[in-house]
T-cell receptor, first 117, second 114 residues
């Protein structure tokens, strides 16, 4: 399967713990996006990478959140000192293009559902 | 600030009928890109249709078409000959030409009734 994969699919943690999620994009895709989706809402942009460079971060991305994309391949999203408000689905998407409308042709992964108790 | 508004949280349509999902957006940009994405129950989000803001011609993809009204900042999705597999959440989305931000609406849950 050459789609976007995310691991784990589900994560339950206690408040105050650190969690890390992984996203493996489609191999030739240059851009990788992270979103957060809560129940009844659309995805909210968190950050994106072009190759290994993190080019934009939303103000939603507090200092407890950090994302990396070493070598421009897979990406990780870490949340430190989790809070109950962090409970959400975390979506990863990748796109091939870096310009033009095809930037928006994003291929989404299945998401990681985080529950903070 | 850019915003995307979908005013219909839920809609239903009879199989084989036509349904239109509404979307409005707000931006100060003159050029941008608009999309409709579909998220079937418990499945991954997939792209349905796209539209460049500088193109006046409405985009069409098989049974899916849009009505893009730039002055009104409206971007509605029409689904013709609705099928059971069209049951999903539909999200309207907007991206700036720099691609630095991607904004989604809150979604419309569409149910196709057999």
């Amino acid at each position: 399967d050459t789609g976007v994969s995310q691991n784990p699919r589900h994560k339950i943690t206690k408040r105050g713990q650190n969690v890390t999620f992984r996203c493996d994009p489609i191999s030739e895709h240059n851009r990788l996006y992270w979103y957060r989706q809560t129940l009844g809402q659309g995805p909210e942009f968190l950050t994106y990478f072009q190759n290994e460079a993190q080019l934009e971060k939303s103000r939603l991305l507090s200092d407890r959140f950090s994302a990396e994309r070493p070598k421009g391949s897979f990406s990780t999203l870490e949340i430190q000192r989790t809070e109950q408000g962090d409970s959400a689905m975390y979506l990863c998407a990748s796109s091939l293009a870096t310009t033009g409308i095809r930037m928006g042709e994003q291929f989404f992964g299945p998401g990681t559902r985080l529950t903070v108790l | 600030a850019q915003t995307v508004t979908q005013s219909q949280p839920e809609m239903s349509v009879q199989e084989a009928e036509t349904v239109t999902l509404s979307c409005t957006y707000d931006t100060s940009e003159n050029n941008y890109y608009l999309f409709w994405y579909k998220q079937p129950p418990s499945r991954q989000m997939i792209l349905v249709i796209r539209q460049e803001a500088y193109k006046q011609q409405n985009a069409t993809e098989n049974r899916f078409s849009v009505n893009f009204q730039k002055a009104a900042k409206s971007f509605s999705l029409k689904i013709s000959d609705s099928q059971l597999g069209d049951t999903a959440m539909y999200f309207c989305a907007f991206i700036t030409v720099t691609g630095n931000q991607f904004y989604f609406g809150t979604g419309t849950s569409l149910t196709v009734i057999p």
